[in-house]
Each structure stands twice: as structure tokens, then as C-alpha cells.
């Protein structure tokens, strides 16, 4: 299994670009969510979806968008990059919060000019 | 709103100490909480799973204890390597299945 594969691992954009960073998740996971990591800050939720089809909103989600066609992808959308979207992010899944927690991807690191 | 705090930011030891990181969270209504290791630049990788019912959980030189009612959880290592420098955090996953983390600590052992 490969887990939960995110890409790019890096990207570099200029003010006001669009880009999708892709998440995707082999293990027929249900849940699956966005994090940005800041230094000092720890993770913050951007969005979460706990199906296809179903997506809410996390602590920090203006900026972004999501959607969840498949049980497997859960794409991020930058909709108009701004130097405050500068940041590493992450993508998270799982079978069952409760019983098993969250398999984290290995970031994509965003930097916004 | 969940808040979650670590402490101490960071930590510095000589290799060979026992070692106790803190976790606390405002919101007792937890589903449970999980411990995560963070190297440089990479992504986490998960240490140990609590959940609301259990009061500990142990693998290897590592065990995590929760008290839910009075919002704490300690990460323990024995017997530190260098091994063991990262960034730990922790985080509590509430009711609707959303996930808080705290800062982190930052932890180096000295060889």
C-alpha cells in the first residue's frame, strides 16, 4: 500500500496564481483532511471530509477550496495564492478516527511570491 | 473551542535520560488523542493512539497516559537516544472527527 500520497512536494507560485495540491489515499479510507503547519503554530485544519461527497470546513479554510468526488482523492484548491498561503501542508486520512487515528502524507511545501 | 497546549517547547538531554512530555487540552469531550513524531522537513508519522476509554498506551521505550477529566496526557521515553531528537505533538480528535494539535516539543538528545 502506498498510504496517503500527496504531490507536489514542492511548489513555488506567484501572487494571485491558482494551483490544486493533490491527496490521494489507497486504503478506502473515509476520512480524509487538510492541514497547514507554521512554525510556531503547530496544525491547523483547513478542510475535512468524512465521505464522498461530503466536505466542512476546519479552523482556517478561507482561501481554499475542496472537493470529494471519490473515496479516494481529496484535492485542495488555492483559488488566488497570497504570501500568507506560504506553508508546508498536509494531508490526512483514516478508517475510523475513534479506533485508529490519522495516517498523515508527507507534505507539500508552498511558497507564494 | 479545543485548545491544546505542549510544554516545554523544547528540551534538550544528555542520551540515557528518562523523559516526560506534556500535553494538555480545554475541552474534555475527546474521541482520543494521538502522539506523533515530526523529523526535519518531513511528515509525521504516529507514535501511540489513546483512546477516551483507555488510561495508557505503550510501545517500546514509549508510553502516553490520559486523563480525560483533567484535560492531560505525558509522553514518556526511557532511556533516550539521539535517535530520539524530533518534534513531537500531540493531538486530540473531538466528536465530529476533527483533529487539534498542539505547538509541539522540540526535543534534542545529546550524544
Known amino acids: 500500500n502506498a498510504g496517503v500520497t500527496q504531490t507536489p512536494k514542492f511548489q513555488v507560485l506567484k501572487t494571485g496564481q491558482s494551483m490544486t495540491l493533490q491527496c490521494a489515499q489507497d486504503?478506502?479510507?473515509?476520512?480524509m483532511s487538510w492541514y497547514r503547519q507554521d512554525p510556531g503554530m503547530g496544525l491547523r485544519l483547513i478542510h475535512y471530509?468524512?465521505?464522498?461527497?461530503?466536505?466542512d470546513q476546519g479552523e482556517v479554510p478561507n482561501g481554499y477550496n475542496v472537493s470529494r468526488s471519490t473515496t479516494e482523492d481529496f484535492p485542495l484548491r488555492l483559488l488566488s495564492a497570497a504570501p500568507s498561503q506560504t506553508s508546508v501542508y498536509f494531508c490526512a486520512s483514516s478508517l475510523s478516527v475513534s479506533n485508529y487515528g490519522y495516517t498523515f502524507g508527507s507534505g507539500t511545501r508552498l511558497t507564494v511570491v | 473551542k479545543q485548545e491544546v497546549t505542549q510544554i516545554p517547547a523544547a528540551l534538550s538531554v544528555p542520551e540515557g535520560e528518562n523523559l516526560v512530555l506534556n500535553c494538555s487540552f480545554t475541552d474534555s469531550a475527546i474521541y482520543n488523542l494521538q502522539w506523533f513524531r515530526q523529523d526535519p522537513g518531513k511528515g509525521l508519522t504516529s507514535l501511540l493512539l489513546?483512546?477516551?476509554?483507555?488510561r495508557e498506551q505503550t510501545s517500546g521505550r514509549l508510553n502516553a497516559s490520559l486523563d480525560k477529566s483533567s484535560g492531560r496526557s505525558t509522553l514518556y521515553i526511557a532511556a533516550s537516544q539521539p535517535g530520539d531528537s524530533a518534534t513531537y505533538l500531540c493531538?486530540?480528535?473531538?466528536?465530529?472527527?476533527?483533529?487539534?494539535f498542539g505547538a509541539g516539543t522540540r526535543l534534542t538528545v545529546k550524544p
Open positions: 489513546i483512546q477516551s476509554s483507555q
Open positions: 486504503m478506502n479510507h473515509e476520512y
Open positions: 493531538a486530540v480528535i473531538g466528536d465530529n472527527n476533527d483533529m487539534r
Open positions: 471530509s468524512v465521505g464522498a461527497g461530503i466536505t
